[in-house]
């Protein structure tokens, strides 16, 4: 159990099952336990691996706000989720946080399923504003009283959808609190103590009941109320950065220590006891109280299991990733074509754009956390003759379908999108799983979709998306691939055609994708023809056409949702050409799989070889019982 790790007792910890324990504390008691919770959660994260730096920057914060709010009464919503972990610790799954990230154990992220604590589901970021002023909506459309309490990041909060939260927030006369976790200091410098001491005066109730007293009666002075308003944003303006917020329709307070545990407890006791839209600013820092995550919160943002002591982690897969695949391209292709500009929306490691980044500086540019400007920031440069690539995960260019259709294809512009993260994504689970963009894009007109079998085909395909003249999208998985001999030239492959790899008998696997290996295997066990197909769109017609000719079953294997997918396009292509074969179509299923390492997921979809082969051997003895059943 995970209480029983290395390290000196939890003595406060342990006696705390809930936060109605916590808050039975002595508020002198808090700052030890906030030390017992970022120990317990450095010991956990080392043997599970996960998101560990960001949640150990919000330690305090977070004892604070269950100290302080009637959870879960009151609503607290986390944005992300990569902070949630002593949020999990405080409310009841201390014992299960050995099971984080891991097939039937605990999300990594929040779920409404898992805790009644988990006011919202959350994975994707800047929802939680949106998400708490529904909340505050109902509340009161029901009577009920209770605090709506959002948690956003300085990273979130540049995405368009919380400022359009904000904005209405601002209107309408609701509970709701926002604190702004500034962990990087990308809206203000550290602060000190004058600032926290304006921030303790300016949330008390004397100072509120002074202010909102005197608006009262100086406004119904003759030609005051004008000159009041103004004084009184232009002395605030003066001293406090919250300017736009206030503008906004919000009270702001701050900014603050956010690891001052007696400076949190009051000014949120303070902040509970007003009313209307509210924001607090609170400065944290990443990886705060273990010194390697400190040093380099990047790293440790999301981690490998690793060891406590040194923060050494374990080594991972070898070979070449496909996230490294691409990054070599890029780089190669952009020594060779200063048209290419690479875009990415607050995903530069993950995306494998850090040596791009170093290489071409004034042709790279990170957008933050807005996936619909990059995609339509793409394509006004592809207007103007420049060749972006964006560079994003599947799940997240979800988040900008409205643009990749109406701004980029349907203008037909020479955009190439490299979707990294497509397929099954492992321990992050559902929220970041790529498992619709085969159907979402291949819909889109104009729009080339592709699917390369492994890391040498994943380059090759790179390069043939940025030769063609529009839009093109090349998806690939997480992780490494087979091993596959990766080259150095820009070649090209045959646009719109696949190729056949082995001819046998009665079955033909047509393969989208990395399961390509699992084919092969399958494929072994049966004697069937298989074909690495590459293309969604356009699809080879004249490969299927040509196996459904010849074979008793055609099989299409992908990873991506079965509905609309690749097995789709193959359907409509032999329907057009008005033939009636048999066709079943293997892919992932109508439901979201959550959290496992991606062979648990791959079994639970049925794309295992073993759960493929049985699949195909039922759909055989279906056919031969149909066949017999006709003759009778």
């Known amino acids: 159990m995970p209480h029983s790790l290395p390290g000196a007792p939890y003595e406060l910890l342990d006696e705390i099952e809930s936060p109605g324990g916590l ?26 691996g996960g998101h560990l730096a960001a949640g150990l920057g919000v330690v305090e914060l977070t004892v604070a706000l269950h100290y302080v709010f009637n959870t879960p009464n009151d609503r607290l919503i986390w944005d992300v989720g990569h902070q949630a972990y002593p949020h999990k610790i405080l409310t009841g799954r201390r014992e299960r946080m050995g ?48 605090e ?43 602060v000190g103590a004058i600032s926290n001491y304006l921030a303790r005066v300016l949330s008390s109730r004397f100072y509120n009941r002074v202010r909102e007293g005197g608006k009262h009666v100086l406004s119904g002075m003759p030609g005051m109320k004008s000159l009041v308003h103004r004084w009184e944003e232009h002395m605030k303006g003066m001293v406090m950065p919250g300017t736009l917020f206030e503008e906004l329709g919000f009270n702001y307070i701050g900014p603050i220590d956010g690891h001052d545990m007696p400076l949190l407890v009051n000014t949120l006791r303070n902040m509970k ?68 500009v690479a875009v990415t929306p607050a995903m530069c490691e993950g995306s494998g754009l850090v040596a791009f980044a170093e290489r071409f500086p004034r042709r790279y540019f990170d957008v933050g956390i807005a996936e619909q400007h990059a995609v339509t920031f793409a394509a006004g440069m ?21 643009q990749l259709l109406h701004d980029v294809a349907l203008q037909d512009l020479d955009v190439t999108f490299a979707v990294d993260r497509a397929g099954q994504v492992g321990a992050d689970g559902a929220t970041h799983a790529g498992s619709f963009d ?31 003249p529009g839009p093109a999208l090349v998806r690939y998985p997480r992780g490494v691939g087979i091993g596959a001999a990766v080259g150095t030239d820009l070649e090209t492959l045959p646009w719109g055609r696949g190729e056949v790899l082995h001819r046998g008998k009665e079955v033909a696997l ?22 690495n197909m590459r293309f969604i769109k356009p699809l080879d017609h004249e490969l299927v056409l040509e196996f459904a000719a010849s074979h008793r079953l055609l099989v299409t294997l992908e990873e991506n949702v079965v509905q609309g997918g690749a097995g789709s396009a193959v359907n409509e292509a032999l329907h057009a050409a008005g033939i009636n074969a048999e066709v079943l179509n293997l892919g992932l299923p109508d439901h979201f799989i959550e959290q496992g390492t991606q062979a648990e997921q791959l079994e639970i979809a049925g794309l295992s070889v073993e759960k493929i082969e049985s699949r195909i051997r039922t759909a055989l003895n279906a056919a031969a019982n149909q066949d017999q059943a006709a003759r009778a």
């Open 99 to 146: 099971t984080l990230r891991q097939k039937d154990g605990l999300s990594g992220f929040l779920k409404r399923d898992e805790s009644e604590f988990d006011a919202f589901g959350a994975g994707h970021s800047s929802t939680s504003i949106s998400a708490a002023l529904g909340m505050a909506v109902a509340a009161k459309s029901a009577g009920e009283q209770r």
């Open 510 to 531: 047509l393969v989208f994708g990395t399961l390509l290996d699992t084919a092969r295997r399958v494929a072994d066990r049966l004697g069937a023809s298989v074909a």
């Open 382 to 402: 592809a207007c103007e003759g420049l060749k972006p690539v964006v560079a994003i995960y599947s799940t997240f260019l979800q988040r900008a379908y409205d």
């Open 438 to 468: 085969l159907s979402y894009a291949r819909c889109i007109p104009n729009m080339a979709v592709m699917a390369p079998a492994d890391e040498a085909e994943c380059r090759l395909l790179l390069q043939t998306a940025y030769a063609h």
């Open 23 to 48: 808050r039975a504390l002595a508020a002198a008691e808090l700052p030890a336990l906030a030390s017992e919770v970022r120990r317990f959660l450095v010991n956990t994260v080392s043997q599970t």
């Open 273 to 340: 006891a007003m009313h209307g839209p509210r924001f607090l600013h609170v400065v944290t820092q990443k990886g705060r109280g273990y010194a390697p995550a400190e040093g380099d919160p990047c790293v440790y943002h999301g981690v490998t299991p690793f060891n406590p002591s040194t923060g050494q982690m374990a080594k991972k897969a070898a070979g070449k990733s496909f996230t490294q695949v691409f990054s070599d391209w890029v780089c190669d292709c952009a020594a060779e074509d200063e048209r290419l």
């Open 148 to 190: 709506h309490i959002a948690v956003i990041g300085d990273g979130a909060l540049s995405a368009g959808m919380a400022f359009e939260a904000l904005n209405h927030a601002g209107a309408l006369d609701l509970d709701l609190l926002v604190i702004l976790n500034d962990n990087d200091m990308s809206i203000s410098p550290p």
